[in-house]
């Protein structure tokens, strides 16, 4: 959300929309291969997968509610998109395009921490090309992030959102824990000719 509009929307306490979720993901897969759009990620042990249709979350920390939807506060995750979600996953649900950060909704959306501020994206703070497994380049931005108080907007807490966007594969993955094995585990995907 711009945040020339935050101000509004926090004193208004305006109303939450997001892109539909199912109703719950689908069961859990334990830490193995992941498979999406031709690409696939070796999953660490511990880490748990979530798949509802154009849409993967893998669980890697705590996690209050595992079916949750994004923007699920209290769930140590990060999400794998494609091209149903992107098409939705900027500001007001207009495409997502990579110069502006992933924000399927049309107002201010729960701290990903603990869901009682709201969050704030604002300038990147880098940007550039990131390996997805060989052969593969993803354009990565990473977005500063701002957890706020919906009654006087005043800042509670910080976090970073990392986005890998390959728009030939249509695929989007977004993470705002700041995971430091999630690199490492892009790096060597594998995909399929």
């Known amino acids: 959300m711009r945040k020339t509009a935050l101000a509004a929307a926090v004193l208004a306490g305006a109303t939450v929309f997001t892109v539909p979720q199912a109703a719950s993901a689908s069961a859990a897969q334990a830490s193995g291969a992941l498979t999406f759009r031709g690409m696939t990620l070796t999953i660490p042990s511990g880490w748990r997968v979530y798949r509802d249709a154009d849409r993967v979350k893998v669980i890697t920390g705590a996690c209050a509610k595992p079916s949750g939807g994004y ?74 992030g701002r957890c706020v108080k919906y009654d006087n907007g005043r800042q509670t807490a910080t976090f970073h959102q990392r986005e890998w966007f390959l728009p030939a594969s249509k695929i989007l993955i977004v993470d705002v824990w700041d995971n430091p094995r999630l690199a490492t585990v892009l790096g060597a995907a594998t995909w399929r000719s």
């Open 71 to 144: 923007f699920t506060p209290k769930c140590e995750a990060f999400w794998i998109f494609g091209p149903k979600v992107i098409k939705y996953g900027h500001e007001g649900f207009s495409p997502y395009r990579g110069d502006q950060p992933f924000y399927p909704a049309s107002d201010v959306q729960r701290c990903p921490f603990d869901g009682k501020n709201g969050q704030v994206l604002g300038k990147p703070y880098a940007s550039g090309l990131r390996q997805v497994g060989r052969g593969h380049k993803a354009a990565f931005k990473g977005w500063f």
